[in-house]
């Protein structure tokens, strides 16, 4: 890798960084909050109940998102037993984060559409831009990424509730060879390729919102 090179990677880093970090805390804290309303305190005890991304970064998502576009966060966990109505609020819990995703997103395309231009530079208002259309493909990204139904995202928790009683067998397939199936999703091209066109036909959808 030539220095032009790294010195792209890096100045790409540190808005790609930022953004994420923006993301994956309202992502995880809406998981929490949820959980919470609902009556499971587990998230809460475990310091999961905070905006704070230092509490929810996870090594590994941090660095595939760096490399491939694609990351994720460290799951928040929540025991369905406390729940009054155990299937439908784990569902419920584990749609609050793309949900909180998908909002923060269209916050940001307000923000684009409505942004002061006439008070700033061209560079600066450039700038503005380009980390706010990033920070909003990146809470869709996240949002999109954690609704495929593979443990542990969270659209698994729709396919164990609608599953988990009648092919029992079928989600423990799943959780075995989930790594497996998320790392395939990664490394082929045409399955990677699927999965950005995915993110951004819902970017495009949410953008189409606002403007």
């Given amino acids: 890798m030539d220095s032009k090179a790294i010195i792209d990677f890096l100045a790409s880093a540190a808005i790609i960084f930022p953004a994420f970090l923006i993301a994956l805390s309202f992502h995880e804290f809406a998981h929490a909050l949820a959980a919470t309303l609902l009556g499971d305190d587990t998230a809460k005890k475990m310091g ?36 009054k109505y155990p299937r439908l609020y784990s ?18 395309f307000i923000l684009i559409k409505y942004f002061p ?5 061209v560079s600066v208002t450039s700038t503005f831009m380009q980390v706010f259309e990033l920070t909003a493909y990146i809470n ?48 082929m091209p045409f399955s990677r390729e699927w999965l950005i066109k ?4 819902v970017y495009n959808f949410l953008k189409s919102l606002v403007f």
């Fill in 140 to 187: 869709v990204m996240l949002g999109v990424f954690n609704l495929l139904p593979i443990p542990p995202l969270d659209g698994s928790h729709l396919i164990i509730a609608l599953l988990y009683k009648r092919f029992p067998n079928v989600v423990v397939w799943l959780y075995r060879y989930s790594m497996f199936i998320l790392i395939f999703l990664f490394l």
């Fill in 48 to 83: 999961r109940l905070t905006l704070n991304p230092l509490a929810h970064l996870d090594p590994m998502g941090t660095l595939f998102l760096l490399l491939f576009r694609i990351g994720w966060a460290k799951p928040v966990q929540f025991d369905m037993r406390n729940f």
């Fill in 91 to 108: 569902i419920i819990t584990a749609f609050a984060g793309p949900c909180a995703n998908f909002i923060l997103a269209i916050l940001f």
């Fill in 117 to 121: 231009i006439n008070y700033f530079s």
């Fill in 198 to 201: 995915l993110i951004f036909l």
